[in-house]
């Protein structure tokens, strides 16, 4: 559902998440590496669907699946996804 719902942030999360821990990057480092690696409407669309799927409660579970990541539940799981927001605002500042 996540792809289909929300596929800028999953191809975002699929592609630069469920390898970092391999490459040892940090949650910052993923979003700059993604940033290098984007054009700015990719970025921005990803930014927006970060942004709403925070109200989305129905797909946070699989949030952690495509971004290779555990979270205790979902309060968990929309901090980190705050995070991630934050590093994309911090970024386009």
């Known amino acids: 559902m996540l792809e ?9 999360l699929t592609g ?9 990057l940090n949650d910052q ?3 700059k590496s993604f ?10 669309q990803t930014q927006k669907e ?6 989305d409660t129905s797909i946070l579970a699989e949030i952690g699946i495509e971004a290779n990541k555990y979270f ?3 309060d968990e799981t929309i901090s980190w ?12 500042s």
């Open 16 to 24: 630069y998440f469920s390898s970092a821990d391999l490459d040892n």
């Open 50 to 55: 970060l942004n709403i799927i925070i109200e």
């Open 81 to 92: 996804v705050k995070s991630i927001a934050q590093s994309f605002t911090n970024e386009l």
């Open 35 to 44: 940033f290098s690696e984007n054009p700015f409407d990719i970025i921005n």
């Open 4 to 12: 289909v719902k929300y596929p800028f942030l999953f191809q975002f």
């Open 72 to 74: 205790r539940d979902d």
């Open 29 to 31: 480092e993923v979003v």
